[in-house]
């Protein structure tokens, strides 16, 4: 049985960091690509980052530069340093696994998640 447990949420001010991590358990899980999405109230679950296990990264927009994605192939975890932080980044942050390499970043194509963790930026 395959689990994602996230830790490292919180209450911060903008301009501040937050460091998010994501530990994968599961006998013989092996996850091609791992990732973080959010989602804020109102709003579908979108795609933060996404690094697969050759450290091949993507970031959507709005976080270029702020936000690095990184991954730990022999411990099967996966970590988002979040700098810069503004208040349109709070949301719930969910870490997310997948076998496959052909996983788009359409949030219902991944097949593992963990149960989110609440990041608020206050202004």
Known sequence: QV???ESGGGLVQAGGS????????????SPYIMGWFRQA?????????R???????YYTDSVKGRFTI??????????????SLKPEDTAVYYCAADRSAF????????????QGTQVTVSS
């Open 51 to 57: 690094i697969t296990r050759s450290s091949s990264t």
């Open 70 to 83: 990184s991954r730990d192939n022999a411990k099967n975890t996966v970590d988002l340093q979040m700098n």
């Open 3 to 5: 689990q994602l447990v």
């Open 41 to 49: 109230p109102g709003k579908e679950r979108e795609i933060v980052a």
């Open 18 to 29: 937050l460091r998010l991590s994501c530990a994968a358990s599961g006998r013989t899980f």
């Open 103 to 114: 996983v788009s970043n359409n949030w219902s194509q991944w097949n593992y998640w963990g």
